[in-house]
């Protein structure tokens, strides 16, 4: 007598259709796993990476100002883009160099508060140069001394 062959099963139909969610499932364990290992200092995660000042402060149409020592220059991207600086420079030339950088600009505030010594504000509606490809850039000025002003300028899109 010879034995019946044995049929084919129904599991090589079935297996695929179980294979596509394990291997779904798969995928987004490792993105949610390397997502995590991201750090805030990586701009893809949004978070603040360092980068030149001279970069910060062209992205809001000026330069370095004579005698200024750059510290913490940064830029955020996200759905905006957002560069900040902070500068010390001499006291004494915090006004001209404002006037020179942004000379069709309003004057600077100075009412205080957490405007701090000075406060300027300018968009390309009142004086950003159209070089500029920030839509806003803000400056605050604290005296640090009788010689030193600390500048922090910030420009970005909205």
């Given at each position: 007598m010879?034995a019946?062959?044995r049929?084919?099963?129904?599991w090589?139909l079935?297996?695929p ?6 291997l779904v499932l ?7 796993f390397l ?7 990586d701009p893809r995660?949004g978070?603040?990476?360092?980068v030149?000042?001279?970069?910060a402060?062209a992205?809001?149409?000026a330069e370095?100002p004579a005698?200024?020592?750059?510290h913490?220059?940064t830029?955020q991207r ?7 600086a902070v500068?010390l ?6 006004r001209?160099?404002l ?12 009412d205080g508060?957490s405007?701090?010594?000075?406060c300027?504000e300018v968009t390309?509606e ?14 605050k ?8 002003a600390r ?8």
């Amino acid at each position: 007598m010879v034995a019946a062959e044995r049929g084919r099963t129904r599991w090589g139909l079935i297996l695929p259709f179980l294979a596509v969610p394990v291997l779904v499932l798969g995928f987004l364990v490792v993105g949610m796993f390397l997502w995590a290992l991201t750090g805030e200092d990586d701009p893809r995660a949004g978070g603040a990476a360092k980068v030149p000042c001279a970069g910060a402060l062209a992205f809001g149409g000026a330069e370095r100002p004579a005698g200024a020592e750059p510290h913490d220059c940064t830029v955020q991207r996200g759905i905006d883009t957002a560069y900040t600086a902070v500068l010390l420079m001499p006291r004494e030339n915090v006004r001209y160099w404002l006037g020179h950088t942004y000379p069709g600009a309003p004057e600077p505030r100075t009412d205080g508060g957490s405007c701090g010594a000075l406060c300027l504000e300018v968009t390309h509606e009142n004086g950003l140069p159209g070089t500029a490809e920030a839509h806003v850039v803000q400056v605050k000025v604290e005296y640090v001394n009788a010689e030193t002003a600390r500048l922090r300028f910030s420009a970005f899109t909205m």
